[in-house]
C-alpha cells in the first residue's frame, strides 16, 4: 500500500483523501462514535446518542460524514437505520491507533505544536 504513494507523481489528490479521512476521524463526537460501534458492533442513531449523553440530530449530522467517508455503513430494519463499522480496515486502524497513542502517550500529550494547532481553532 506505501507504494501507491511513492510511485505516484502526483500525490495530491491521495493527500486530499486522506486529510479527509483524518479529518473525519480527528472529532471528538465522531471518534466517540467509532469506538462505541467498535465496542457494541451495531446501534441505531437514538442508541448513540443516550449511550453518548448527545442529542440525536447531532449524532446524525456526525454519522452522514461517517458514512461519507466510508467509515460506517447503515442497514435498514424496519422503521430503524443501524450503523454498523464499515469494515474490518477501520477497526485495524482504531486498533493500531489505539497501540499507537498506548506507546507514546507522554510525548503526544505535550506536543506544543498540536496544542498550539488546537488553540487556534
Do not use: W
Request: with cysteine; aromatic share 4%.
Amino acid at each position: 500500500m506505501i507504494n501507491m504513494l511513492t510511485n505516484k507523481t502526483n500525490n495530491e489528490p491521495l493527500l486530499s483523501e486522506l486529510v479527509s479521512f483524518f479529518t473525519a476521524l480527528s472529532d471528538r463526537t465522531r471518534l466517540e462514535i467509532v469506538l462505541f460501534l467498535i465496542k457494541k458492533g451495531e446501534a441505531s442513531v437514538q442508541d448513540i446518542a443516550n449511550n453518548l449523553g448527545k442529542s440525536q440530530s447531532l449524532i446524525s449530522h456526525h454519522l452522514s460524514c461517517l458514512k461519507n467517508c466510508g467509515v460506517v455503513n447503515v442497514d435498514k430494519k424496519g422503521k430503524y437505520s443501524i450503523y454498523i463499522i464499515s469494515n474490518k480496515e477501520v477497526k485495524e486502524i482504531i486498533d493500531l491507533a489505539i497501540n499507537h497513542v498506548s506507546s507514546y502517550s507522554k510525548s503526544i500529550l505535550s506536543c506544543d505544536i498540536l496544542r498550539e494547532e488546537n488553540s487556534e481553532k
